[in-house]
């Protein structure tokens, strides 16, 4: 006959311990020679499980290999490496807990750049380029676009000096490397505004005023300049004070105050008094502008005698 027994349930088993690098194996790019990798991103962490529960917080971790290319923390097993010296290398990690060990292996390889390889055939020639031609004139006024190829009649490729109320024009285009144009000119721009000039005039006696020459200069868009009045009182007895006042327009526009005026007063006798008035104006306008400046000056006082009142009025 036959018999059969039934035992009863076995004791459940360990759990397994395991682990893993979060950075492996290590590859570093290389000059041909091997040196020059960069290691700054060599590192990882060393992770370990009890089953299916991580215990890398509370986990042990020690270096088994004698080198000093590679470190890991005793806790939280973060390693990193420098240079192993050879092209291909490997180090090894321990974790323990609770009286188990996990050794992990950590391997590193140089990838190496290639030699130079042969030279290669020359490539055909390629076509002549042009060359960006730049021509100035100094005139008072916008001058006509040029035409034709080289330098053009009334233009020079040297910049030249503006004369008072002259603007320095520049306009450009291409051209072969023989001077033919291959396109056309440019409308010609402001290169460069006189920048500066004087108008001076003459108050003698009180109670008189006097308005300056009129300046005229051209301000490009968006830009900003700071025009002066120079005004000088010689002083008699009893002389007052002279004041002065800038006003601007646009060319053909009405006249209005820059700023507020500014004064001078000679106290006594012989006295010689200079103030400088300056104040800023901005063409806000989207183009070149031509702006009209001059000066107002009066001089006033009761004393008998006379005052030599002189403006010099300036763009700066």
């Known amino acids: 006959f036959d018999l059969f027994i039934t035992g009863g349930g076995g004791t459940p088993g360990q759990a397994a311990y395991s682990g893993y690098l979060t950075n492996a194996p290590i590859g570093i790019a290389t000059a041909a020679d091997g040196s020059g990798g960069s290691y700054s991103g060599a590192s990882g962490i060393m992770r370990v499980f009890e089953g299916f529960t991580e215990r890398t917080s509370v986990a042990t971790f020690t270096l088994v290999d004698s080198v000093t290319w590679a470190t890991i923390g005793s806790s939280g097993g973060a390693y990193s490496i420098t240079d192993p010296g050879a092209d291909q290398a490997s180090v090894r990690f321990d974790a323990s807990y609770s009286g188990v060990t996990v050794r992990l292996t950590l391997n590193v390889t ?13 490539g055909s020639n390629g076509s002549n380029g042009n060359q960006q031609i730049f021509v100035f004139q100094a005139a008072p006024s916008l001058p006509s676009t040029p035409t034709g190829n080289g330098v053009p009649s009334g ?16 306009s450009q285009a291409q051209q072969t490397l023989t001077g ?25 006696g009180f109670g008189q005023s006097d308005t300056s020459a009129t300046l005229t200069i051209l301000i490009a868009a968006g830009a900003t300049l700071t025009p002066k009045c120079k005004i000088r009182v010689a002083g008699v007895a009893g002389a007052g004070d002279q004041t002065i006042v800038m006003q601007w327009r646009v ?28 104040s800023t104006l901005t063409n806000a306008s989207g183009s070149d502008k031509i702006y009209e400046l001059q000066a107002v000056t009066t001089v006033s006082g009761s004393a008998t005698g006379t005052v030599d009142a002189a403006q010099t009025f300036l763009a700066a």
């Open 180 to 204: 033919v144009l291959t396109g056309s000119w440019s409308t010609p721009v402001v290169f460069q505004a006189t920048t500066t000039t004087a108008a001076t005039r003459h108050v003698t």
């Open 155 to 170: 233009w020079t490729l040297a910049q030249p000096t503006p004369a008072g109320g002259q603007f320095l024009y520049m």
């Open 110 to 122: 140089k990838s190496k750049a290639g030699g130079a390889g042969p030279s290669g055939s020359n």
């Open 251 to 278: 060319s053909g526009g009405s006249f209005a105050n820059l700023g507020t005026a500014a004064t001078a007063t000679a106290g006594s006798p012989g006295d010689t008094i200079t103030a400088l008035y300056a």
